[in-house]
């Protein structure tokens, strides 16, 4: 059991950064509100970004979260990132490339700060990507490989896996495998290790030895369901279920 998740961790995991039609992250700015907690002020790291550049980014989220009064500054416009990290008041962590974003975290040392960080309570949110890394690793990941991290292990913030933007479509006439064949392939070669695959619109929050799946859709639905992976079986979550043995 990672002992990050015991005490003191406080994440909002997003599925994605948009659900449907609507504006960017406009569907999770109340749970991003709820779970600053009266911060007032983040840092944001951009690094997922690979066709969006880093300034770009970063002014895109401001505007975003301008609405609830938060102030975003990017961790590129620092001298020292890990200061950045250590004197942050809340952490954000954006959509994009997994692999590109997990490779600047070890190319920075970026890991073990980010850890102690969480450790201490800072609120820490991610979307996508950013959601991804909490998990023991990426190899659950949607991303192509553009880049390759020094290790696939990940911040360990949680002790499962995740799987963001999990849909079990297949379109007519596709041919190739499916989100849930590819989970399937996983579990196979790690039996006992979970995954929580979390469908675009909602989150995972957790603090302090507490988890539950959280919506940002106008009604709970059973779009609003995630799903379990562990040992060659899928079982359907919802906000309504206490997921805390996941901790």
Known sequence: MNQLTIENANLLLLSSS?????????HALAMIKAKLGGVTELLFIPYAGVTLNYDDYTVKVQNALADIGIKVTG????????IAINTAQ????????????????????LIKPIQNKVATGTPYIGWSAGSNIAGLSIRT?????????????????VDFQLNPHYT??????HNGETREQRLAEFM??????????IVEGTALDIMQN??????????????????????????????????????
Not at 75 to 82: A, K, L, S, T
């Open 168 to 173: 079990d479509h297949n379109p007519a006439g």
């Open 75 to 82: 961790i590129h416009q620092y001298d020292d990132p890990i």
């Open 210 to 247: 507490t988890i539950k799946l959280a919506s940002g859709l106008p009604e709970i639905t059973t779009e609003a369901n995630g799903f379990l992976f562990k040992a060659s079986k899928k079982t359907v979550i919802t906000p309504n279920d206490n997921l805390d043995y996941l901790l």
């Open 18 to 26: 948009r659900v449907g039609n609507t504006e960017y992250l406009q």
């Open 141 to 157: 990941t949607n991303d192509m490989p553009i880049i390759e991290p020094l290790s696939f292990n990940a911040l360990q913030l």
């Open 188 to 197: 196979v070669l790690n039996p006992t290790t979970p995954i929580v695959a």
């Open 90 to 109: 809340a952490i954000a962590v954006g959509g994009g490339n997994t692999f590109h974003l997990l490779h600047q975290l070890y190319q920075h040392k």
